[in-house]
C-alpha cells in the first residue's frame, strides 16, 4: 500500500510525533472566560503579535489571541507544526503557513474546512497569485494573509549608461549581456537553499512550463514533472550563463537574499531580483547613518525579467498565509479571528510597518503603502502575474532535489540537468533513493 502523506509524516516523525502530543493543550478554558485562540506564527518585526491584539479588542470579550512563535527557517516551521499535528494536537488553532507546504498540511488532513461563507469574503479583492497559493485541489484550504514578490531591481545610473530601456520589459540576456559589458553584477540567489528552487522555479514558469505538470495528490510515484522539457532547457540556459559568465559575482553559490541586498549597495551594483524587503533596509542604512542617502536614490524597479522577449515573465510568489488547525476546539471562532487578522486595516498596518506586502489589491493604493513603497503598483502588478512554486504534497521532497541538482548555478546543463533531476525526484517519491 502506499503512503498517504498523513501516513508518511506520521511514519518519518514516529516517536517524536508521539512526544510532542504531551505538549497539546489541557483541559478547556475557565468556566465563563473567554476562549484563548494560539496562533503560531513564524519571526517578523512585532507585526503580527500587534494584530493578534487589535483582533483581541475587537472580539469584544469573543475569544483573546496568544502568539507562540515559530523557528525562524520555514523548514523548521513546517517540522515543529507537523509534529504537533500529527498528534492531533488541539492547542494549535491559527497557523502562519509559507505556501508550499499548504498541499501537504491539506491532504493529510491537518487543516480545518474552510467555510463556504468565509471563503468567499476572504478572496474577495485578493491578487491571484495568492489565492493560488491558498488553495489545493481546487478549493481554497487557507486564508489569503500576505503576499510576497520579487522584482527586479537596478542602479539608474547603471541602466542609463547601457541605454537600457527599463520602461519596456526586459530579458535575462538583456541583463546578462549589460551587467558584462558595463562590468557590474547581476545579483541572484544562487545559495543551495530555497531560494534556488524559487529562482528555478520562476524560470521554468517565465518559459511557458511547469516544474510539476500533474500533482497527483494521492500517489506520489504517479507525479508528472516538466524539467526535462524545453522550458526547463530554457531555465537551465539562464542559470548556466550567468553562473559561467561572473556576472553573479565570485559569491554566487552562496549567495542568498540578504546578501544580495546587501551586495546591492555596493559600487558594482547593477541588476539584481529580489523581494521588497530591500527599499525598507536601505532606507534603515541611511537613517542608522551606514548608508549614504544616494544610494537608494539610485535604486529602480521594474517586473521580474522575461526569459523569452515575447512571453510575460512569471515572477515568484511567496508570503504567509493562515490554516485553522484540523483539531482546534474553536474552529468556528479562529476562522473568524482570520478574517479580522486579513483585514484591510490590518494588511495596510503590516505592509507599512513590517514591510510585508498586502494579498488584497485595494491596499496597494492606501497613501500610507504609496508613501513607503513608491512601487507598490508593480508588486501589485508582480503578484498578479506570479506563480507559486510546485504545489504538491511532496514539496519538501521536490523542492531538495531541484536544489541539489541545479547547484551550483556554472554546473547546469541545459540538455542533461532537467532529466537529471527528473530521475532523482522520481527516485525519491518512489524511495528509492534518499537526499
Request: include cysteine.
Amino acid at each position: 500500500m502506499r503512503s498517504t502523506p498523513a501516513r508518511r509524516v506520521v511514519s518519518i516523525l514516529g516517536a517524536s510525533a508521539l512526544a510532542a502530543s504531551m505538549l497539546s493543550g489541557c483541559g478547556g478554558d475557565p468556566a465563563g472566560a473567554a476562549p484563548e485562540l494560539t496562533w503560531y506564527i513564524n519571526p517578523d518585526a512585532g507585526g503580527q503579535a500587534e494584530i493578534a491584539k487589535r483582533c483581541t479588542e475587537a472580539s469584544e470579550g469573543r475569544y483573546t489571541i496568544a502568539t507562540p512563535l515559530l523557528p525562524r527557517e520555514s523548514a523548521d516551521q513546517r517540522l515543529q507544526l507537523v509534529r504537533r499535528l500529527a498528534a492531533n494536537d488541539s492547542s494549535i488553532d491559527i497557523m502562519s503557513l509559507d505556501p508550499p507546504y499548504i498541499p501537504e498540511f491539506s491532504q493529510a488532513g491537518f487543516l480545518a474546512p474552510v467555510p463556504a461563507e468565509v471563503a468567499e469574503r476572504v478572496s474577495e479583492g485578493v491578487v491571484d497569485s495568492a489565492l493560488e497559493g491558498a488553495s489545493w485541489d481546487g478549493e481554497l484550504v487557507t486564508v489569503p494573509f500576505w503576499a510576497n514578490t520579487q522584482l527586479l531591481w537596478y542602479r539608474k545610473s547603471v541602466a542609463e549608461a547601457a541605454g537600457l530601456d527599463m520602461s519596456q520589459p526586459v530579458t535575462w540576456q538583456q541583463l546578462i549581456d549589460t551587467a558584462k559589458e558595463n562590468d557590474t553584477q547581476l545579483a541572484v540567489q544562487g545559495i543551495r537553499a530555497e531560494a534556488l528552487t524559487v529562482w528555478v522555479n520562476a524560470l521554468v514558469e517565465s518559459a511557458g512550463g511547469e516544474v510539476i505538470t500533474q500533482a497527483s495528490p494521492e500517489d506520489p510515484e504517479q507525479v508528472q514533472l516538466g524539467l526535462d522539457s524545453e522550458a526547463g532547457a530554457k531555465a537551465a540556459t539562464v542559470l548556466r550563463e550567468i553562473g559561467r559568465s561572473g556576472v553573479g559575482g565570485p559569491a554566487l553559490s552562496t549567495s542568498g537574499e540578504s546578501e544580495n541586498a546587501t551586495a546591492f549597495q555596493g559600487e558594482r551594483a547593477g541588476f539584481m531580483v529580489n523581494w521588497p524587503f530591500v527599499w525598507p533596509q536601505a532606507l534603515d542604512g541611511v537613517e542608522g547613518g551606514t548608508l549614504e542617502p544616494s544610494v537608494p536614490e539610485d535604486y529602480g524597479w521594474a517586473q521580474y525579467p522575461r526569459v523569452d522577449a515575447d512571453a510575460p515573465s512569471a515572477p515568484p510568489y511567496g508570503g504567509i498565509n493562515l490554516g485553522v488547525g484540523a483539531f482546534s476546539e474553536n474552529a468556528d471562532l479562529a476562522y473568524e479571528a482570520t478574517e479580522c487578522i486579513t483585514s484591510a486595516e490590518n494588511q495596510t498596518y503590516y505592509f507599512v510597518t513590517n514591510g510585508n506586502p498586502a494579498s488584497k489589491e485595494a491596499v496597494f493604493d492606501d497613501p500610507a503603502v504609496t508613501e513607503a513603497f513608491p512601487m507598490a503598483s508593480v508588486i501589485r502588478d508582480s503578484l498578479q502575474d506570479a506563480a507559486p512554486r510546485p504545489q504538491t504534497a511532496y514539496y519538501s521532497e521536490v523542492s531538495e532535489s531541484i536544489q541539489r541538482d541545479y547547484h551550483p548555478p556554472g554546473s547546469v546543463q541545459p540538455g542533461r540537468t532537467g532529466a537529471e533531476a527528473t530521475e532523482l525526484i522520481k527516485a525519491v517519491l518512489a524511495k528509492e533513493e534518499l537526499l
